[in-house]
């Protein structure tokens, strides 16, 4: 992942000059990222029940288990996505730099940080861009099957009436785990659900879909015989 990286650094440098030049930043992050997993020793298998359509926004949810999830996610879309993550990433050497500049940051010990992140993403989207947000905000401890969602997202899909596309990620923790002594390669398996449309919603209606979201990911973990098997998941 390092070498990969300080490889693509004078590619970056030049594709984060611009915000306009996001459409061919992101052509090649999707090329890096194929690189990456496959150069790993890592296979897709993708079961889609809906697929996207070109130039429309979506919101993207994927539960987050394993440093592997947003690259997993950056293949499965062509129609560029902008991340929103949180600020303290930026701190990593080299990737901070890059960071800063596609990605909208969000820093949950500041009360202005979330009006930040709406006018930020009102921008981003009236260029035609998704959005992705892992709704858990951390990845979760090896026991937890899927931690509680939080709201952003779903408050951001319903303000911008975008469709909740929930994606479940079942194999990257179990082969790419956050314990240097576990993991190997093997095949991520991701299911896309059908997407959760948001047209007739209201901000009253952000519980709901959180929970809406939260069950169809939740059931489809503690249904799998590896994730549940792979260390003893108690809640």
Same mark, same amino acid.
């Given at each position: 992942?390092?070498?990969?990286?300080?490889?693509?650094?004078?590619?970056?440098?030049?594709?984060?000059?611009?915000?306009?030049?996001?459409?061919?930043?992101?052509?090649?992050?999707?090329?890096?990222?194929?690189?990456?997993?496959?150069?790993?020793?890592?296979?897709?298998?993708?079961?889609?029940?809906? !697929?996207?359509?070109?130039?429309?926004?979506?919101?993207?949810?994927?539960?987050?288990?394993?440093?592997?999830?947003?690259?997993?996610?950056?293949?499965? @879309?062509?129609?560029?996505?902008?991340?929103?993550? /949180?600020?303290?990433?930026?701190?990593?050497?080299?990737?901070?730099?890059?960071? +800063?500049?596609?990605?909208?940051?969000?820093?949950? @010990?500041?009360?202005? @940080?979330?009006?930040?992140?709406?006018?930020?993403?009102?921008?981003?989207?009236?260029?035609?861009?998704?959005?992705?947000?892992?709704?858990?905000?951390?990845?979760?401890?090896?026991?937890?099957?899927?931690?509680?969602?939080?709201?952003?997202?779903? @408050?951001?899909?319903?303000?911008?009436?975008?469709?909740?596309?929930?994606?479940?990620?079942?194999?990257?923790?179990?082969?790419?785990?956050? #314990?240097?002594?576990?993991?190997?390669?093997?095949?991520?398996?991701?299911?896309?659900?059908?997407?959760?449309?948001?047209?007739?919603?209201?901000?009253? #209606?952000?519980?709901?879909? !959180?929970?809406?979201?939260?069950?169809?990911?939740?059931?489809?973990?503690?249904? #799998?015989? /590896?994730?549940?098997?792979?260390?003893? +998941?108690?809640?």
């Amino acid at each position: 992942m390092f070498t990969t990286i300080v490889i693509m650094c004078p590619f970056l440098l030049v594709f984060t000059l611009k915000e306009s030049y996001y459409p061919l930043l992101w052509k090649l992050v999707r090329i890096w990222s194929k690189v990456l997993i496959y150069g790993m020793g890592f296979r897709l298998k993708i079961d889609l029940n809906q !697929k996207i359509e070109p130039n429309k926004s979506y919101m993207f949810c994927p539960n987050h288990a394993s440093l592997m999830d947003p690259f997993v996610l950056i293949v499965l @879309s062509k129609n560029p996505i902008v991340f929103v993550g /949180k600020k303290e990433l930026e701190q990593i050497p080299i990737f901070g730099y890059f960071y +800063r500049r596609t990605v909208i940051m969000v820093d949950r @010990s500041n009360p202005e @940080s979330r009006k930040r992140v709406f006018e930020m993403a009102k921008k981003r989207l009236q260029n035609g861009l998704s959005m992705a947000i892992f709704p858990e905000g951390l990845v979760p401890e090896e026991t937890v099957v899927l931690a509680p969602f939080k709201k952003g997202a779903f @408050s951001l899909a319903i303000e911008f009436k975008m469709p909740i596309v929930p994606q479940v990620y079942f194999d990257c923790k179990r082969l790419f785990s956050w #314990d240097f002594l576990k993991g190997g390669i093997g095949t991520f398996r991701v299911k896309q659900h059908p997407f959760i449309e948001t047209s007739n919603l209201t901000l009253e #209606d952000v519980d709901f879909l !959180k929970e809406k979201t939260f069950e169809i990911i939740y059931s489809d973990l503690v249904g #799998d015989k /590896k994730y549940m098997n792979d260390t003893n +998941r108690l809640t």
